[in-house]
C-alpha cells in the first residue's frame, strides 16, 4: 500500500499516516508522517519518492542512532506545528540575538543536556532548525564566560596548543585578559 | 593543521566508544552537584562550531580560541562571519596626547592607551583586529592634532575607520568656524559612518544658526545623518547688566533680539544656503521661561519661510526643567499650557493665513494630540507638533490634502 501522491504529500490527512524510520542501528521507529517532516531532510525523502514511497518498509537513517533519534522525535512532537525562527543578529557586532525558550524547551534541554553535541549533530543532519538553533545556543550558553581551562574540562578537550602558540595568540590579541 | 585534526579524531572516537556508561553516570552526578557536566564533545563539524560561535561575543571567542588548535583554526577561519568587538575611540590631550581604545564589555572594562609619539616605531594591528567602533569622541579642542591621530588609526585599521556613530562635542567656541572644517575635511577622509551626533552649548548654537555662511558647516553629506544637540537661551542685557525677565527694560530688549533670530529662523527653515542638508532630528533644550517665546519663533520663521523647508526631519523643543520656575507667571511653560488647551497654542500663532487643526488621539495609536500648523504659501508642508512627556516634537510633513 502504499503509495501516496507526491501532490498529496502536503495534505492533512497524510500527515496522520504512519512512517517507519530505521535508524543505523538497526531500530525501527513508527511515526505520523506529519511529526517526522519536521525534519527536513525526511521531509525530502518523502517528496521524493513520491508514488515509491513504501510507508510500512521505511526511510533509513545511516546518520542517527536510536537514543538519539529518540530524543529528536520527541522535540519533532512538540513542534510539529511550530512557526519557522528568525535568526536575528546585532547589524553592527553581528551577534546573533538569543532566542527565549519556551519552559517545555528549557526543560527538554536540562533533560538532555549531556546529549547536546550529538543532539546538535543530529539536527544539523536531519536539519530541523528549531532544534539545531536552539541546541547550539544551549551549547554557546555553556562557552559563555568560561576560561578556555573551564571550557576544556567541561567538554573534555585535550589542550594540544604548544606554550609558544598560547604565547603568540596572546600577543596578537591585545583584549585578551587571560 | 591536518596533523592536529587527526589528533582530533582519534581521540573522539576514544570517547565516542566510552560513551554510554561514562553519559549516565555524568548526568547524575550533574543532577547530585549541580556542576558544569563533563559534555565530552565528538568531531564536530565546521558549520555546527561557527554556529555556536556565532551567539557568543569576542571576550568569549577569544577564550574559545585558546581551547585547542581545531577551536582556534575554526575562530581564525570564520573571522569574517563572526561577531565583532565593540570598541570605543577618545581623544586624549593634554599631557597625555594619545588615543585611548576602550572595549566595551560588561565584565572587565579594559582600555588601551595609544601613545601617539609611540605609534611610529610600534604598530599594533590586533587593536583593531575583528572591532568595530560602536563610537568615537571628537571635542574638537586642537584641531592639529587630530588629522594626524585619524591618518594613525585608519593605518592600524586598514581602511577608513567603521564608526556605528560619532560624536562630536563641540566644547569651545574658540575659532570654531576653523576647527569645524578642519574636522571636517578630517572626518569625511578617514571616517566611514553613517550617523553623525554633534553636541554643542547655546554660544556655539547661536554663532553658527546666526550666520548663513557659517551653515555649511553643519552639512557632512547626503550619506551621514545629521543629529544635533544643542541648548539655546537668549541673554538679554543692557550696559554690561542682565535685565530680567520682569523688568520694563527686558521687553524692549527682547523685540531687537527677537526681529534678528526669527530672520535666521525663516532662512534656516527655508535652507537655501544648503546644498544637500541632512540633519535627522535637531534637539533644542530652552529654559522653561523662554520656552514660549522660542516656540512662537519657531512658528513665525516656519510661517515665513520663503521655500519649503527642508533642512530637518524632526524638530524637539526640551523644557529645562533644572531651572527653577520663577515666581511670576508671566511666561508660562509652553508644555503644560499646550496639553490642557489647544488655544494657548493658538495664541502663540501668527495671526494671519495659518489654519490651525487638532488631531484627535486614536488615530494612530498615538496617546498624545497631534497638531498640526500648514504652511501659508506652500499648503501641501506643515508642521506637526506632538507633546511628549518632557518635550515637544515637531515634525516638517507632506500633507496629502491641504
Known amino acids: 500500500?502504499?503509495?501516496?501522491?507526491?501532490?498529496?504529500?502536503?495534505?492533512?490527512?497524510?500527515?496522520?499516516?504512519?512512517?517507519?524510520?530505521?535508524?543505523?542501528?538497526?531500530?525501527?521507529?513508527?511515526?505520523?508522517?506529519?511529526?517526522?517532516?519536521?525534519?527536513?531532510?525526511?521531509?525530502?525523502?518523502?517528496?521524493?519518492?513520491?508514488?515509491?514511497?513504501?510507508?510500512?518498509?521505511?526511510i533509513p537513517l545511516p546518520n542517527v542512532d536510536g537514543p538519539i533519534f529518540e530524543k529528536v522525535l520527541e522535540w519533532c512532537e512538540?513542534?510539529?506545528?511550530?512557526?519557522?525562527?528568525?535568526?536575528?543578529?546585532?547589524?553592527?557586532?553581528?551577534?546573533?540575538?538569543?532566542?527565549?525558550?519556551?519552559?517545555?524547551?528549557?526543560?527538554?534541554?536540562?533533560k538532555f543536556l549531556s546529549h547536546l553535541w550529538d543532539l546538535a549533530m543530529a539536527a544539523n543532519y536531519l536539519e530541523i532548525p528549531s532544534l539545531y538553533y536552539y541546541t547550539c545556543q544551549k551549547l554557546a550558553e555553556r562557552i559563555k564566560g568560561r576560561t578556555p581551562e573551564q571550557i576544556r574540562e567541561m567538554f573534555g578537550i585535550e589542550d594540544d596548543l604548544t606554550e609558544e602558540e598560547k604565547a603568540e595568540i596572546r600577543r596578537t590579541n591585545v583584549w585578551c585578559t587571560y | 593543521m591536518s596533523k592536529g585534526n587527526t589528533a582530533k579524531k582519534r581521540k573522539s572516537i576514544k570517547v565516542v566508544e566510552n560513551e554510554?556508561?561514562?553519559?549516565?553516570?555524568?548526568?547524575?552526578?550533574?543532577?547530585?552537584?549541580?556542576?558544569?557536566?563533563?559534555?565530552?564533545?565528538?568531531?564536530?563539524?565546521?558549520?555546527?562550531?561557527?554556529?555556536?560561535?556565532?551567539?557568543?561575543?569576542?571576550?568569549d571567542l577569544d577564550s574559545c580560541s585558546?581551547?585547542?588548535?581545531?577551536?582556534?583554526?575554526?575562530?581564525?577561519?570564520?573571522?569574517?562571519?563572526?561577531?565583532?568587538?565593540?570598541?570605543?575611540?577618545?581623544?586624549?590631550?593634554?599631557?597625555?596626547?594619545?588615543?585611548?581604545?576602550?572595549?566595551?564589555?560588561s565584565r572587565n572594562d579594559k582600555a588601551v592607551r595609544i601613545d601617539v609619539a609611540s605609534i611610529r616605531k610600534n604598530p599594533d594591528r590586533h587593536i583593531f583586529k575583528n572591532a568595530v567602533v560602536k563610537c568615537m569622541d571628537e571635542r574638537l579642542l586642537a584641531g592639529d592634532a587630530l588629522e594626524e591621530k585619524m591618518k594613525k588609526?585608519?593605518?592600524?585599521?586598514?581602511?577608513?575607520?567603521?564608526?556605528?556613530?560619532?560624536?562630536?562635542?563641540?566644547?569651545?567656541?574658540?575659532?570654531?568656524?576653523?576647527?569645524?572644517?578642519?574636522?571636517?575635511?578630517?572626518?569625511?577622509?578617514?571616517?566611514?559612518?553613517?550617523k553623525l551626533m554633534i553636541n554643542m552649548k547655546s554660544s556655539m548654537f547661536d554663532s553658527i544658526f546666526r550666520y548663513e555662511r557659517k551653515w555649511s558647516l553643519l552639512e557632512f553629506g547626503p550619506d551621514v545623518e545629521v543629529e544635533i544637540e544643542t541648548d539655546w537661551k537668549f541673554d538679554i542685557e543692557s550696559h554690561?547688566?542682565?535685565?530680567?525677565?520682569?523688568?520694563?527694560?527686558?521687553?524692549?530688549?527682547?523685540?531687537?533680539?527677537?526681529?534678528?533670530?526669527?530672520?535666521?529662523?525663516?532662512?534656516?527653515?527655508?535652507?537655501?544656503?544648503?546644498?544637500?542638508?541632512?540633519?535627522?532630528?535637531?534637539?533644542?533644550?530652552?529654559?522653561?521661561?523662554?520656552?514660549?517665546?522660542?516656540?512662537?519663533?519657531?512658528?513665525?520663521?516656519?510661517?515665513?519661510?520663503?521655500?519649503?523647508?527642508?533642512f530637518f526631519k524632526k524638530l524637539v523643543l526640551k523644557v529645562n526643567i533644572e531651572v527653577p520656575k520663577q515666581r511670576f507667571g508671566r511666561y508660562p511653560g509652553v508644555l503644560e499650557e499646550f496639553g490642557r488647551d489647544p488655544s494657548v497654542f493658538e495664541g502663540v500663532l501668527p495671526r494671519n493665513g495659518f489654519k490651525f487643526s487638532r488631531e484627535e488621539p486614536g488615530a494612530n495609536d498615538m496617546p498624545a494630540p497631534i497638531y498640526c500648523l500648514?504652511?501659508?504659501?506652500?499648503?501641501?508642508?506643515?508642521?506637526?507638533?506632538?507633546?511628549?512627556?518632557?518635550?515637544?516634537?515637531?515634525?516638517?510633513?507632506?500633507?496629502?490634502?491641504?
Not at chain 2, 70 to 91: C, M, Q, S
Open chain 2, 153 to 194: 588609526i585608519c593605518e592600524l585599521a586598514g581602511d577608513r575607520i567603521p564608526v556605528e556613530k560619532f560624536h562630536l562635542i563641540i566644547a569651545s567656541g574658540m575659532s570654531l568656524t576653523e576647527h569645524l572644517e578642519k574636522f571636517k575635511r578630517c572626518f569625511l577622509l578617514y571616517v566611514n559612518t553613517s
Open chain 1, 78 to 110: 512538540e513542534h510539529k506545528n511550530a512557526p519557522e525562527i528568525k535568526v536575528e543578529q546585532d547589524p553592527h557586532t553581528r551577534e546573533r540575538k538569543w532566542f527565549t525558550m519556551t519552559e517545555w524547551e528549557e526543560e527538554y534541554f536540562r
Open chain 1, 1 to 58: 500500500m502504499a503509495t501516496e501522491s507526491a501532490n498529496g504529500v502536503s495534505s492533512p490527512e497524510l500527515n496522520e499516516r504512519d512512517v517507519v524510520i530505521t535508524t543505523n542501528d538497526n531500530r525501527n521507529f513508527t511515526v505520523k508522517i506529519g511529526v517526522a517532516r519536521v525534519s527536513k531532510t525526511i521531509n525530502n525523502m518523502i517528496q521524493d519518492l513520491g508514488e515509491s514511497l513504501d510507508l510500512s518498509s521505511g
Open chain 2, 374 to 402: 500648514v504652511h501659508t504659501n506652500f499648503r501641501n508642508w506643515a508642521l506637526e507638533a506632538k507633546k511628549l512627556n518632557d518635550s515637544l516634537e515637531l515634525k516638517l510633513i507632506k500633507v496629502e490634502n491641504p
Open chain 2, 20 to 59: 554510554p556508561a561514562a553519559k549516565v553516570r555524568r548526568s547524575r552526578q550533574l543532577k547530585e552537584e549541580e556542576k558544569a557536566p563533563v559534555l565530552a564533545m565528538p568531531i564536530m563539524p565546521y558549520d555546527v562550531l561557527v554556529h555556536i560561535f556565532s551567539k557568543l561575543d569576542r571576550e
Open chain 2, 240 to 310: 554690561g547688566r542682565h535685565i530680567h525677565m520682569f523688568d520694563d527694560l527686558y521687553l524692549i530688549q527682547i523685540q531687537s533680539y527677537k526681529q534678528s533670530a526669527i530672520e535666521s529662523l525663516q532662512k534656516f527653515f527655508s535652507c537655501s544656503k544648503f546644498k544637500s542638508p541632512n540633519c535627522i532630528q535637531l534637539t533644542i533644550t530652552v529654559s522653561r521661561e523662554q520656552a514660549q517665546d522660542i516656540f512662537s519663533w519657531i512658528i513665525e520663521g516656519f510661517r515665513n519661510a520663503f521655500e519649503p523647508p527642508k
Open chain 2, 66 to 105: 585558546a581551547v585547542c588548535k581545531h577551536w582556534h583554526n575554526v575562530v581564525e577561519d570564520a573571522e569574517k562571519e563572526l561577531p565583532k568587538r565593540a570598541i570605543d575611540i577618545r581623544f586624549d590631550r593634554g599631557i597625555f596626547d594619545s588615543i585611548t581604545v576602550t572595549k566595551e564589555d
